[in-house]
Each structure stands twice: as structure tokens, then as C-alpha cells.
């Protein structure tokens, strides 16, 4: 697939997913947005790729929506008197929520490699990832505040259940960064490395990841994610109804018997 804000590559089983306006931090702009969900949808579908992985091109990872665009949006609802504008800024913020969903809906592991900046729904699409990787430099935070309005993609509900009530609520509210080290004893990020490292730390990950079974990974993520919508109980026979079902897969078999024979296991070949 050709993007022209984007660039997607296939590394093996890693699906890379590059954003690529460095010349405005990569502000996410409608274009961009149709792209990642193309590609979030050709990472779902296509075979090959086993694990996603999303970066941004140049200094930082994304400062957020484009605020030139929402600006010129803001004027013409202004000047509008029958609402029309108003109707397109509503659409425009619902085709960014489902852009993000689009990422948690992938039935593929999909990370994050964030270096510079992570900002308002930059933050909120390393959220929707499944976990993070962080260079360190790497800052985040929802600086919506500082501009008259408020998180709209998901922040105010996801950063608490990240890093709890109380720094999500002084984040938001004060509009602050958090820095990378700072992210990674909250619970936002998963690890921290060198900025040199992160593409490699990133893809060692992913290349980790997609050497296991398809199957398992796919339906791991989906118990670990019911744990943030689902009460305890209801999630605990998710898992074991899932865990249960993983014995109807070849590469159930085969992991077990390399691990009597002690070889590394083929997964994926007949599932």
C-alpha cells in the first residue's frame, strides 16, 4: 500500500508504521488519520505480519492533532450560521476516536515507539497501543487545558487508568508533561531506553512477539484488554474460556512437544 503521510513497511513478521510529517512534528491531520486506519486494517488482514509497530519520523513521535487545521475549523464555525461547521468539527472528532479505535481493534499486538514529543492525541494514540517503548526523551501529556477545551480521544478516560486519578487529574487540568522516566513509573510506558536504541529495542520486541504462536498472542491481548471493561469474575471465565479453546490449535501441540524435546518450537505453521 502507498500512504502519503505515512510509511509502511513489512520487516519479516513486523509491520512497521512510520508517521511522516517531520516538518510539523507529525500533527495528525484528516489524511493521516484515513491512512493509519488503512494500515491498522492491512496489518489485521495480511498473513505476514504478525506484530505492528508505530513510530514517527524526525525529533518526535506526534505533537497531536494539527491545530492549524482545527483553527481554520474554528473560524468557519465562527462565520456559520446554520451549524454546518459545526456538524463537520463533530465528524472530524469522531473520525479521529475511531482512527485510535482502530488501533485497539487490530487483533494484532501493535507498539509504540515514542521519542519527543507524545502530545494531546499523540498521547492518546500511544494509549490505544498495547504497550509502549520510550526513548528518553520522550514527553507526554494532554495539554488540551492550555488551549480552552479538553482531551476529545479518549485521554480523560484512559490516562487515569494508566497512572491513577491523581496524576491524570493534575495532567489534564495543569496541561504539564510527563517525562519519560516519570511515564515509566506511572505504568504509562513499559521500559525506557537510549534514543538510539529505541527502533531496535522496539523491534527486538516485535520480533519476539511474532516468533510465538499467532494464536495465543491474538487471544492473550483480548484477555488482557477485557481486564479494563469487564468485572473481575466475568473476566476470569474469558480466560479460562479462551485459555480452554488454545488446546484446538496445532500450535498448542507443537509448543509443548518442543518444549519436551527441548527445540525451539515452529508456531503458526498449521494454525
Known amino acids: 500500500m502507498e500512504f ?31 491512512e493509519l486506519r488503512d494500515a491498522m486494517r492491512w496489518l489485521d488482514e495480511t498473513a505476514a505480519a504478525r506484530v505492528g509497530v508505530i513510530s514517527g519520523a524526525g525529533k518526535h513521535f506526534t505533537a497531536g492533532i494539527d491545530l492549524g487545521m482545527l483553527a481554520g475549523m474554528r473560524a ?12 463537520k468539527l463533530r465528524r472530524v472528532i469522531l473520525d479521529l476516536q475511531d482512527t485510535l479505535s482502530s488501533i485497539e481493534r487490530c487483533r494484532k499486538p501493535v507498539i509504540a515507539a515514542v521519542a519527543g514529543y507524545a502530545l494531546g492525541g499523540g498521547c492518546e494514540l500511544a494509549m490505544m497501543c ?30 487515569p487508568r494508566f497512572v491513577g486519578k491523581a496524576k491524570a487529574m493534575d495532567m489534564v487540568l495543569t496541561g504539564r508533561m ?26 527486538a520486541a516485535a520480533q519476539t512477539i511474532a516468533a510465538l504462536s499467532p494464536n495465543a498472542v491474538m487471544l492473550t491481548k483480548e484477555m488482557v484488554n477485557a481486564a479494563f471493561e469487564t468485572p473481575l469474575a466475568q473476566g476470569i471465565k474469558l480466560e479460562r474460556r479462551l485459555f480452554h479453546s488454545l488446546f484446538a490449535f496445532e500450535d498448542q501441540k507443537e509448543g509443548m512437544a518442543a518444549f519436551i524435546e527441548k527445540r525451539p518450537p515452529n508456531f503458526g505453521a498449521k494454525s
Not at 468557519?76 to 456538524?87: F, H, K, P, S, V
Not at 510527563?178 to 506511572?186: G, L
Open 4 to 34: 502519503q503521510t505515512l510509511k509502511v513497511a513489512l520487516t519479516g513478521q513486523v509491520a512497521t508504521v512510520e508517521l511522516n510529517r517531520p516538518e510539523r512534528a507529525n500533527a495528525m491531520e484528516l489524511r493521516m488519520w484515513t
Open 76 to 87: 468557519q464555525i465562527t462565520d456559520d450560521c446554520d451549524g454546518r461547521a459545526r456538524e
Open 130 to 159: 498495547d504497550f509502549v517503548i520510550a526513548a528518553e526523551n520522550a514527553r507526554f501529556g494532554q495539554p488540551e487545558i492550555t488551549l480552552g477545551v479538553s482531551p476529545g480521544a479518549g485521554g480523560t478516560q484512559r490516562l
Open 178 to 203: 510527563m517525562d519519560a522516566a516519570e511515564a515509566e513509573r506511572a505504568g504509562l510506558v513499559s521500559r525506557v531506553v537510549p534514543l538510539d536504541k529505541l527502533m531496535d529495542e522496539a523491534m
